[in-house]
């Protein structure tokens, strides 16, 4: 039997990719009439004095949520699975996060929270970052960072502060994107010691601090292959830049 054609008053099926600009044809979706009373539905006028208000309901609008596709997720690839399974050995306290990204072009496709980076030390505030850098903070806390406090403090480091991880933005003074529009920086503002001491960045007083202080950021720079911190410029008169960013093997910028 052929298929009747619609008539050229019907509305068009919305379509899946047309879910986003959905709502305004919503709006304008017919809603009948009521039925007339015809002679002989009853007795008398008055049999139904609602006649003339019934309406017919309008149809429940469907939520965009109703109209878009389902999307099959994408597989995390097998190195950040890997470097996940690295993190629980460590011990890093983490939660997955939603892709981050924006039009400027900054992304971090698989980033994670982190809490805490393994060794009885939390990163405060906890901060969104790549796994890459992740591990390697977590590594650096547990071979540099702890064993050079208790040596030359004698209390070990409990907590990490950080001025910034993922944001996005480009360097101060460029139009180039920053490390950290990638998830791939942190930003150390500090460190608390098991004894209660704070410890910050360019504003330490007498010698084992300073001394602490040097220590960490030379074995930093290979860990990093980038390492900016007070004296470098300006901006970094108050913490410690810490990144990932690519580079040539064995090359490093740190000052």
Request: net charge neutral.
């Amino acid at each position: 039997m052929p298929r009747p054609e619609r008539p050229a008053d019907a509305p068009k099926a919305v379509e899946p990719d047309e879910a986003a600009n959905a709502e305004p044809y919503l709006e304008n979706i017919p809603v009948p009439e009521p039925r007339p009373v015809q002679a002989g539905d009853e007795k008398s006028a008055d049999a139904r004095p609602d006649d003339k208000q019934r309406t017919v309901p309008k149809p429940e609008r469907p939520t965009k949520d109703d109209l878009t596709p389902s999307i099959r997720p994408v597989s995390m690839p097998a190195d950040e699975l890997a470097c996940r399974a690295r993190l629980r050995e460590l011990g890093v306290a983490f939660r997955e996060l939603p892709q981050l990204s924006d039009k400027a072009g900054c992304s971090a496709p698989w980033p994670i929270q982190v809490a805490d980076l393994g060794s009885d030390v939390e990163l405060a505030p906890a901060g969104a970052v790549n796994c890459a850098i992740a591990e390697r903070s977590a590594r650096f806390i547990r071979e540099v960072v702890v064993p050079a406090s208790q040596k030359l403090l004698g209390s070990p480091v409990k907590v990490l502060r950080h001025a910034s991880a993922y944001v996005c933005r480009p360097r101060n003074g460029t139009n180039k994107l920053s490390e950290h529009a990638f998830g791939n920086a942190l930003d150390v503002d500090g460190f608390v010691l098991a004894d209660k001491r704070t410890l910050g960045v360019g504003r330490v007083q007498g010698q084992q601090e300073a001394k602490f202080m040097l220590a960490v950021r030379l074995a930093a720079c290979g860990p990093y292959t980038t390492v900016l911190g007070p004296g470098s410029n300006a901006d970094h008169a108050t913490h410690l830049h810490l990144d990932l960013a690519k580079r040539r093997p064995g090359s490093t910028y740190c000052r």
